[in-house]
């Protein structure tokens, strides 16, 4: 990897020179929660000022961008018996993600996995993914962060650059020849040791913070033993089944596909709708049978996809700590305490 | 100007996987061609691709599904209920249970609808050569199961003995009554049994199960060894038909049987139709038996 150091004002000309040509979406603060604390978002800016370099954490992932909530897919013009299809993949311009935190990248990179790398390779998703400019940015570890237990507190790929605040100035790692080319026109500075050793520093000193975490020991094989466990049961009652968390979470991905049709019946639209394993109908089939009717079996799938499925698919889990699931749960259900419990449950459980 | 991030067209590269990017969610306009009623619940739909050309690519395998979409109304998974060899001229057994199929059941010939696929797994056919097969299926389960038969009828020498095991609630349920002769014809014994009998029944009656039964007091255990199963039909059943075969050594790994879950897309991207670590559209519909007893909440 190539590595470069910069002054920190040499950050603003480089939004400004990537903001005059291209759409530029970035983390700003969108008001205040209810106990007065920051409240951020990934939208877009035009204004260097208003990017929050040090955002904590987006409430919504950059999901939005990659993956709309909403999307059509196809429409239709129709007559009588017959009619066309016309198909678009909806691909936009190229735009700039200034200032992605690492588990978000990790969280593309998981979805590049399914939607990208496995059979039936998703366009809708490509055309924007491979068309998004990502400067990723470094962190500092929340309440609700376990992204160093998933692995996921660095990012390896799946960026164009990605800046490091070393103090004075910020340390900039290079992923991609369009990035290159950004840094040759602003001022840049080839590392030196002293650089190499803040960086080192931040890294550890970011480590040392994290306060939530996630034992992944054997658990693939664990959510298979205590599958029937009765601790599922007990998030199950309090969880009100209302789909908050995938709503939220960079990397969940389900959808459903919804056909609606002009009053005059002439023409029709296929829309993909992002969905939740946690709502009611989401296993039920023609015929009314439901194969998760309980809440508890569609939380407990949400957590056996993620920790298990996927992992048994891809190697690693499609959870990348980020904390926002938690964060937005009313029930106050979050990833540590859920996995916790059910290690816990097979201690207790006498098996 | 030069400023401009480079655009990137994802769907001028070529991709390196099966199938290219610009092939998503494409769909072979075809016609429905007639419309015979079989039940009171279910129609059989012939559908044929219109583009000949088209029509001659659409290969298929026993056991695979396609994806039938109207315009406005909706797209569901249906499996081809039609012999591999006429390929792009399609036939769909489909029931009346909801939305896009109770429109399907008002429309005419000539109707034009939209078909993806084929897609999922299949039953290994030819692994099956020289074997005995016993093709099991309750209700429904006639439909997906209609084209291994008619795979077997079309290749009859290449095996050994042909069990077909047919079980309905009652005879007005019966699937595809008019083809059962030829069956017959072609050297595959085929028992039929309904659950409640009306008046007219001269058949057996009961569930399946009695059926496997008297198939255990009539073949040997050497026959068991060189068969395979195919089951189609409620989780319900096919467990209690596996775990029975199983009793008799029949190896689970040459048990096959298809899952039915709601589906979106048919291609591993909408999640809907996971079960346990997998997707039922990718790794399905059909599994061996060894394989649903590993997979979380499969039966
Ligand atoms: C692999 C496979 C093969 C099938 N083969 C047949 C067949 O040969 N004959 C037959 O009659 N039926 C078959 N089905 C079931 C068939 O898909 C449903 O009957 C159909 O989706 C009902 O659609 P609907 O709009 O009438 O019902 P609604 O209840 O109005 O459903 C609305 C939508 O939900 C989804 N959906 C609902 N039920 C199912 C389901 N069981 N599976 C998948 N998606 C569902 C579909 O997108 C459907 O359009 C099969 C299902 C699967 C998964
Ligand atoms: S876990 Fe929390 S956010 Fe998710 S569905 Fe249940 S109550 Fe809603
Ligand atoms: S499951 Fe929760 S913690 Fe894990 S990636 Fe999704 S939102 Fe973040
Ligand atoms: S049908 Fe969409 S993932 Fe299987």
Redesign the pocket.
């Known amino acids: 990897m190539i590595f470069r150091v910069i002054e920190k004002a040499e950050l603003r000309s480089l939004f400004t020179m990537l903001s005059a040509a291209n759409r530029v979406i970035g983390p700003v603060g969108v008001g205040l929660d209810r106990s007065g604390r920051q409240l951020y978002g990934f939208e877009e800016v035009h204004d260097f000022d208003r990017v929050a370099l040090d955002y904590t954490m987006t409430s919504l992932s950059a999901k939005k961008y990659f993956l709309p909530y909403r999307e059509i897919m196809a429409t239709f013009t129709m007559d009588n018996k017959d009619w066309q299809k016309r198909i678009d993949y909806n691909i936009d311009a190229p735009f700039v993600f200034f200032g992605m935190h690492a588990c978000d990248i990790n969280a593309l990179n998981r979805l590049d996995k399914v939607l990208m790398g496995s059979v039936y390779p998703m366009p809708y998703y490509a055309a924007k993914r491979k068309n998004a400019f990502i400067i990723g940015i470094g962190c500092e570890p929340q309440p609700n962060c376990f992204c160093r237990s998933m692995g996921t507190d660095t990012a390896l790929h799946g960026f164009d650059m990605f800046i490091t605040d070393i103090g004075d100035r910020y340390f900039i790692e290079i992923q991609s020849d369009t990035a290159f080319n950004f840094l040759k026109k602003i001022r840049t500075g080839e590392p030196v040791e002293a650089d190499h050793l803040s960086f080192m520093k931040t890294g550890a000193g970011k480590n040392e913070k994290f306060a939530a975490s996630v034992d992944t020991t054997d658990l693939t094989k664990i959510l298979d033993m205590e599958f029937q466990s009765e601790v599922w049961k007990q998030?199950g009652d309090?969880?009100?089944?209302?789909?908050?968390?995938?709503?939220?979470c960079p990397t969940c991905y389900c959808y459903s596909v919804e056909e609606e049709v002009s009053i005059d019946l002439t023409a029709a639209a296929k829309v993909k709708k992002l969905y939740?394993c946690?709502?009611i109908d989401f296993a039920v089939v023609a015929g009314g049978h439901n194969f998760r009717p309980e809440?508890h079996s569609?939380?407990k799938y949400?957590y056996y996809h993620k920790h298990r499925g996927f992992v048994e698919a891809y190697e690693e889990s499609l959870c990348v700590g980020c904390g926002r699931?938690g964060e937005?749960?009313?029930?106050?259900?979050t990833v540590p305490e859920v996995i916790a419990s059910v290690r816990e449950g097979r201690k207790t459980d006498g098996q | 100007m030069d400023n401009k991030l480079p655009f990137n067209d994802v769907i001028d590269q070529r991709h390196h996987r099966r199938s290219d990017l610009s092939s998503f969610e494409y769909t072979h306009k075809a016609e429905i061609t007639s419309i015979h009623k079989l039940t009171e619940q279910e129609n059989l739909y012939r559908i044929q691709i219109i583009d000949p050309a088209e029509r001659e690519r659409f290969e298929f395998r026993p056991g695979q599904f396609l994806m039938l979409e109207l315009p406005g109304i909706g797209d569901a998974p249906f499996s081809i209920s039609s012999p591999p060899s006429r390929k792009g001229d399609v036939e769909l057994c489909i029931r009346k249970v909801g939305g896009l199929t109770s429109f399907l059941s008002r429309v005419e010939r000539g109707t034009h609808v939209g078909i993806r696929g084929p897609f999922g797994t299949s039953f290994p056919m030819e692994k099956m050569y020289g074997q005995n097969i016993m093709l099991i299926a309750g209700g429904l389960g006639l439909a997906p199961l209609r084209t291994p038969i008619s795979y077997v009828q079309e290749n009859r020498s290449r095996f050994n003995n042909v069990d077909i095991i047919y079980g309905t609630k009652d005879p007005l349920q019966l699937l595809f009554t008019y083809q059962y002769d030829m069956w017959r014809a072609d050297d595959m014994r085929l028992s039929i049994i309904v659950e409640k009998p009306d008046a007219s029944w001269q058949g057996r009656t009961g569930m399946i199960t009695r059926v496997i039964e008297e198939i255990f007091e009539e073949r040997d255990d050497a026959f068991f060894r060189n068969t395979y199963a195919i089951v189609c039909g409620p989780p319900i059943m096919f467990k209690f038909v596996c775990s029975m075969l199983n009793q008799k050594d029949l190896p689970m790994q040459k048990m096959f049987v298809s899952l039915e879950r709601r589906m979106h897309c048919g291609m591993g991207k909408c999640c809907r139709c996971n079960v346990g670590s997998t997707y039922t559209c990718l790794s399905g519909p059909v599994f061996d038996y060894w394989t649903v007893m590993n997979l979380k909440e499969a039966i």
Do not use: E, M, P, Q
């Open positions: 998030w309090k969880c009100l089944g209302c789909g908050t968390c995938a709503n939220v939740s946690n709502l809440r569609r939380l949400r699931c937005a749960c009313l029930a106050d259900i």
